[in-house]
């Protein structure tokens, strides 16, 4: 199958929006995030994003303030300000066994060492695993219209992911990113390990 490379924004514009609308769990407790993690270490593959408190003064950061773990039924919400990394959850991101799918990691890797100190394994990078596809847009949101024909409306980006409680549309607008890379990975990987598959390289003529 043939991709397109990129989407302009005006494309994006025009695109209905995406909804999630699958079951959301919102953790709070580290006895709830060791239920959480014995039930996604059954999975092969799961999505994968964190969001961070937003920090409009020049020169400081908070620390990541949500994990969205994502499985296509469910996405778990761990409200990593309330209770840290638990070692369970630290468990699950060190566990090869299970591939996390995620985009822009690096960012994600070094939100999570200001509160854990951990080389985490077992995660893809949509932003490299795309390029093999010919695509050549990184954004979650363009490379999901482009894959799929909806926009992942940003809206809730710059929201207080450290509130007391989450509203129902930070919860949705955060499950989606994590669910959106999942479904991605589904799609492209589904593409790889078909016999027709020949990856995209800067030699690849593209008629």
Known sequence: MKFNPSITKDEIALLPVEEFK????????????????????????VGFDTETRPNFRKGSSNKVGLMQISTYEVCFLFR??????????KDFLLNPAVQKIGLSLKDDFNAIRKRCEIDPLGFIDLQSYVVRFGITDASLQKIYAILFGK?????QRLTNWEAEALTINQQKYASLDA???????????????????????ESTIIE
């Open 151 to 155: 926009k992942i409306s940003k809206g």
């Open 22 to 45: 699958e079951r959301i769990i919102v953790i709070q407790t580290e006895e709830d995030a060791e239920k959480a993690v014995r039930y996604l270490s059954d999975f092969e593959v």
């Open 179 to 201: 669910w959106a890379c999942l479904l991605i990975y589904e799609v492209l990987y589904t593409e790889e390990t078909s016999p027709a598959f020949f990856p995209f390289t």
């Open 80 to 89: 990593l300000n309330i209770i840290g990394i638990p070692d369970s959850l």
